[in-house]
């Protein structure tokens, strides 16, 4: 079946511009995450939604970071005012059950570039 | 902080069992043991999970230690495409017994040679 779909898999952008980043999750997956991975870094972990709601925020790593989700379903992340910090693949993942028995399951990620 | 260690890199010759370890000393009676690869320009890719005892699927086995404070991934047969980055990951339970993050650390880079 389809994965873990995001959009646009790449994005460049200049500094200070605002951008959006979409997750598609595999149907009927109630929980997903959003990580970062820089270039030549471990995945970095930024927020986890269960439904619609937002139970861990911890990782994100400024106010100029947020992300929705509606319906239980897509979510986007939201980046302002991005610097060139904020250049990295961001990836999201979804998962079936509100157990940790329920792999999470990743898209390709999209490679955001700020110039 | 990621509660595993693991080794930085490591070799393999195409057609052979490549033999991934883990260290996770500190883990906990309720905390899964969940196995990731990453291939270049890809998003993580689910391998395995285990709590106390061995796993098998179609890609690979997963061998927990008795005590849990270890584990190994078995790759059967490697192949040139399973080079990759593989992370062992203690899943946290963050949310009172709902779904814990997956927090990453470094990895072990396999390189499978012909």
């Known amino acids: 079946g389809a994965g873990v779909s995001q959009s646009p898999s790449n994005k460049v952008t200049e500094k200070g511009k605002d951008v959006e980043l979409r997750c598609d999750p595999i149907?009927?997956?109630?929980?997903l995450y959003w990580y970062r991975q820089s270039l030549g870094q471990g995945l970095e972990f930024l927020i986890y939604f269960q439904g619609n709601s937002a139970p861990d925020k911890s990782g994100l790593p400024s106010d100029r970071f947020s992300a929705e989700r509606t319906g239980g379903s897509v979510s986007t992340l939201t980046i302002q005012r991005t610097q060139q910090e904020d250049s990295a693949v961001y990836l999201c993942?979804?998962?079936?059950?509100?157990?940790?028995?329920?792999?999470?399951?990743f898209g390709n990620g999209t490679r955001l570039t700020v110039t | 902080d990621a509660k595993t260690t693991q080794p930085t890199s490591m070799d393999c010759a195409e057609g052979r069992a490549a033999n991934l370890p883990c260290n996770h000393s500190?883990?906990?009676?309720?905390?899964?043991v969940y196995w990731y690869r990453q291939i270049h320009s890809q998003g993580p890719q689910y391998i395995i999970h285990?709590?106390?005892n061995n796993e098998t699927n179609e890609m690979a086995s997963l061998i927990i230690t008795e005590d849990r404070k270890s584990s190994t991934l078995i790759l059967p047969h490697a192949t040139l495409r399973d080079t990759a980055v593989y992370y062992c990951i203690v899943r946290v339970s963050n949310y009172g017994g709902s779904q814990g993050n997956l927090i990453f650390g470094k990895g072990t880079k396999l390189s499978v040679k012909p």
């Open positions: 285990g709590l106390k």
């Open positions: 500190t883990i906990s009676g309720n905390e899964y």
């Open positions: 993942a979804s998962s079936l059950a509100r157990t940790d028995n329920s792999p999470l399951h």
């Open positions: 149907s009927g997956h109630t929980a």
